[in-house]
T-cell receptor
Framework: AQKVTQAQTEISVVEKEDVTLDCVYE???????LFWYKQPPSGELVFLIR??????QNEISGRYSWNFQKSTSSFNFTITASQVVDSAVYFC????????????FGTGTRLTVIP | ETGVTQTPRHLVMGMTNKKSLKCEQH?????MYWYKQSAKKPLELMFV???????ENNSVPSRFSPECPNSSHLFLHLHTLQPEDSALYLC????????????FGQGTRLTVV
């Protein structure tokens, strides 16, 4: 069975602090994909990153970085020097290689950055 | 401009009403999806269409009826809904194939009274 757990329901940080959002996944597939999406108050989910299970290299994009640890089935997301515009709900998702193009989402983490 | 446009943005309907949600994508994608987002629950995939053909129905009640006339348009027809169907309904599209990223619309906030 596929499952994504985002244990942090809500996080509040003060602007310029670093924050890490946790994501733990479960799958029996050997090939799979992991995603992060951002949902601002306007509602749409904005794609941030996709990683496949064979690529464990960490990735940095500006203030965003992702730490993929296959050994612990985790795909954590760090925002450095947080800004008020980072306030949103962040979703981690797991995708399978075969079958329908179906994403299994976590319940999301609501991040509030306080000015 | 997200490339995926949903209308209406907000909808209030009675349990005996019939209404439709519309989704249009301008990205040239060949797969479209309906998701339901309820409070404190993971996003639930409802329907998947690939090249206008429905390829997945995740045990969705028949009071939700999808329609995909072409690869750019997707509808969700609603009738005799229940208050627990109140949620944010999100449409998404992707290039299809194996887990290319999905692009989402802003959703329709549905309230059933």
């Amino acid at each position: 069975a596929q499952k994504v757990t985002q244990a942090q329901t809500e996080i509040s940080v003060v602007e310029k602090e670093d924050v890490t959002l946790d994501c733990v996944y479960e799958t029996r597939d050997t090939t799979y994909y992991l995603f992060w999406y951002k949902q601002p108050p306007s509602g749409e989910l904005v794609f941030l990153i996709r990683r496949n299970s064979f690529d464990e290299q960490n990735e940095i994009s500006g203030r965003y970085s992702w730490n993929f640890q296959k050994s612990t089935s985790s795909f954590n997301f760090t925002i450095t020097a947080s800004q008020v515009v980072d306030s949103a709900v962040y979703f981690c998702a797991l995708g399978r290689q075969t079958g329908a193009n179906n994403l299994f989402f976590g319940t999301g983490t609501r991040l509030t950055v306080i000015p | 401009e997200t490339g995926v446009t949903q209308t209406p943005r907000h909808l209030v309907m009675g349990m005996t009403n019939k209404k439709s949600l519309k989704c249009e994508q301008h990205l040239g994608h060949n797969a479209m999806y309906w998701y339901k987002q309820s409070a404190k629950k993971p996003l639930e995939l409802m329907f998947v269409y690939n090249f206008k053909e429905q390829t997945e129905n995740n045990s969705v009640p028949s009071r939700f009826s999808p329609e995909c006339p072409n690869s750019s348009h997707l509808f969700l027809h609603l009738h005799t809904l229940q208050p627990e169907d109140s949620a944010l309904y999100l449409c998404a599209s992707s290039q299809g194939g194996q887990n290319t990223e999905a692009f989402f619309g802003q959703g329709t906030r549905l309230t059933v009274v």
